[in-house]
């Protein structure tokens, strides 16, 4: 079942570490734009999906973070949300997995389930028939038969 938040008011995204994002509604359209930036555009053919993924993640947090807590500078003096500021939050790994995990991912699940096939009640291969031939069981087979090679 798909359960539709039709709030599309902000919300306070905790990554952890004393880490807060105020990010708006992960949509459509900000997936789009997301797809578009120049960075996402420039990435190079063959770029692998950690590439993508990082990328992608810092150019649509660029378009959804409004606000932050408990990010400061070399000082521990809370600082303004830049693109710039954004880019080196995401840098470090737990906070970029946490803001993966807590907010890109769910966009993206659905986005998946699209292109798999859904699966059987009673598990994936529980309806699945086998198509190979049977073994032949080795007991019969004599030891003359079996040439080295």
Known sequence: MIRLDLS??????????????????????????????????????GASNETIAVVMAKALARLVVEDWEGVGDAEGTPVP???????????????????????????????????????????????ATSIADPVMSTQGASAASVQPS
Do not use: C
Request: cysteine-free.
């Open 81 to 127: 949300v830049t693109p710039e500021g954004i880019d080196a939050l995401l840098d470090i790994l737990p906070l970029f997995e946490s803001f993966q995990l807590r907010y890109v991912s769910k966009g993206l699940l659905l986005e998946a389930e699209k292109n798999d096939s859904a699966p059987l009640p009673s598990g994936i291969s529980a309806g």
């Open 8 to 45: 599309r008011e902000p919300r306070w995204l905790d990554l952890g570490h004393g880490v807060r994002l105020r990010v708006g509604p992960l949509t459509t359209a900000l997936m789009a734009a997301a797809r578009s930036d120049p960075a996402v555009t420039s990435l190079p053919e």
